[in-house]
């Protein structure tokens, strides 16, 4: 019979009493007015030095300004949206690898994940620049990009699954076991769906860490929105501001992810799964 296990959520601490809270509440306003102290003398030094001055801010209400920014950040985009739809299938097929009971298929999936967790992004993007035109091997700018960012992150995704999967009860493959089905078919039919609902946050976690890995394209010189923003403010001679409006956006789109993996574990939370 299947059941649903029930339980009580146990905290990690203890709540903290009046005192506590008073310290608590005095530190937080104490971190707040060095903040907004710090935030006062940032702007009063860009006010001195002339980077508050309108001329300076104007060029971004432009059209053709805007049209530039909008197709870098379509193209940072296009990095992350095509390096998540590569990398996240292949993270799930090392995760099912590195859990095979065969050593043939295990034990290349370990190196792997362990090899390409360890190695700089930055390097892997500078073995691909420099390393394939000496093999007479010529990729575009676009996938010199791409490829060593999925690479990096299938290792990352796999991690994220497997411990989704080493996460659920026994119960669950034990229960798939004694109704008949094989290993590969537990794991495609029961076991892994749940694990990409138990894992959808940390998910969509690594995908704010793959868009800020787009960045990285101005190694490569690909034109995504980080590179656009040092181009532009040094063609008008507005590199902070430049700078300032794209920090912003990557703010915004950073924020608008970090909310949908919040909503994704509030959804799923105080969901137990059946066992």
Known sequence: ?????????????????????????????????????????????????????????????????????LTALWATAQVTLVSCAIALPCGALLALARMARTPLLRWPASVYVEVLRSVPLL???????????????????FWQ????????????FAEIFRAGVRALPPGQT??????????????RCVVVPQAVRLTAPALVSQLIRLLKDSTLGYVVSFLELLNAAKVL?????????????????????????????????RSIGGKSPRV
């Open 233 to 265: 403010g040094e063609f008008n001679h507005t590199v902070v501001q430049a700078y300032l409006v794209v920090a912003a956006v990557y703010v915004v789109l950073n924020c608008a992810l970090a909310s949908a993996a919040g909503r994704l574990e």
């Open 145 to 156: 990009l791409v490829w060593p960012i999925v690479l990096t992150n299938a290792a990352v």
């Open 174 to 187: 034990e229960a798939a076991y004694a109704l008949g089905l094989g290993h590969w078919t537990a794991m």
């Open 1 to 69: 019979m299947l059941a649903r296990l029930e339980g009580e959520d146990e905290g990690l601490f203890d709540p903290p009493g009046p005192r506590g809270r008073r310290r608590i509440a005095v530190g937080t306003a104490v971190s707040l007015a060095g903040i907004a102290a710090a935030a006062v003398v940032v702007v009063h030094q860009f006010a001195a030095h002339g980077q508050l001055d309108g001329d300076k801010w104007r060029v971004f209400g432009q059209w053709p300004v805007i049209r530039y920014l």
């Open 123 to 141: 390097l892997l993007i500078y073995a691909f620049l420099f390393g394939l035109p000496s093999a007479n091997l010529h990729v575009p700018l």
